[in-house]
C-alpha cells in the first residue's frame, strides 16, 4: 500500500512540471494574441532562436529524478 501511495503522490506531483513544459508555446501564442487586437502597427521584434537542449536536459534531469524516487522507495520497502 505504501508503495501505490508513493507512486500515486510522484505522479501528481509530476503531473504539474507539464506547465512548465507548455511554458516553451507561450511566447508565439502571446505575440499572436497580441498581433489581433493591437491597432498600431507592430515593431519588428527579433526573433530568439529556441534551443532544444534546454528542453531535453529537464525531461532528462526530471526523468532520472523520477527513477531515483521509486528505487529509494522500492530499496526502503523491502529493508522494513
Not at 508555446?25 to 532544444?52: A, G, I, M, N
Request: hydrophobic residues 40%.
Amino acid at each position: 500500500m505504501r508503495i501505490i501511495s508513493a507512486l500515486s503522490t510522484l505522479l501528481l506531483a509530476a503531473a504539474s512540471a507539464s506547465a512548465c513544459l507548455n511554458d516553451a508555446t507561450l511566447e508565439s501564442s502571446e505575440r499572436e494574441f497580441r498581433s489581433q487586437y493591437q491597432t498600431t502597427t507592430p515593431q519588428t521584434e527579433v526573433q530568439p532562436s529556441y534551443d532544444h537542449s534546454n528542453h531535453y536536459l529537464k525531461l532528462t534531469g526530471g526523468g532520472v529524478l523520477l527513477v531515483a524516487a521509486i528505487a529509494l522507495t522500492l530499496r526502503k520497502s523491502n529493508t522494513i
